[in-house]
Nanobody, 127 residues
Framework: QVQLVESGGGLVQAGGSLRLSCAASGRTFSSYATGWFRQAPGKEREFVTAMSTTGGRTDYADSVKGRFTISRDNAKNTVYLQMNSLKPEDTAVYYC????????????????????WGQGTQVTVSS
């Protein structure tokens, strides 16, 4: 089992940047595929990005391609989301998620496949 704790959210002006972190407990984090999702008020949770266990494979929602970058440091049990050129429509609660995939290099893009979720961190982008 793994516990996830996000940090790094806040208020930023349009065009600015933020870096979110997701710290995971447990000793086998390198066996977990990870992802970031977001949920804006009145909307469903949506996929943002995901990364395989080793970081060799990634996937991004079209809305964030070229602006957001996912990365991970398995030695620190941490996943990051670098967000640049932020837009007001990026305003949402951002959640990290993890799924134990063992030795697979799968990228997991569907929220229902994830077993573990963080509590979320608020990102607000002002215009």
């Amino acid at each position: 089992q793994v516990q996830l704790v996000e940090s790094g959210g806040g208020l930023v002006q349009a065009g600015g940047s933020l870096r979110l972190s997701c710290a995971a407990s447990g000793r086998t984090f390198s066996s977990y595929a990870t992802g970031w999702f977001r949920q804006a008020p009145g909307k469903e949770r949506e996929f943002v990005t995901a990364m395989s266990t080793t970081g060799g494979r990634t996937d991004y929602a079209d809305s964030v391609k070229g602006r957001f970058t996912i990365s991970r440091d398995n030695a620190k049990n941490t996943v990051y989301l670098q967000m640049n050129s932020l837009k007001p429509e990026d305003t949402a609660v951002y959640y990290c998620a993890a799924k134990n995939v063992g030795y697979s290099y799968d990228v997991v893009a569907h929220a229902r496949r994830y077993a573990y979720w963080g509590q979320g961190t608020q990102v607000t982008v002002s215009s």
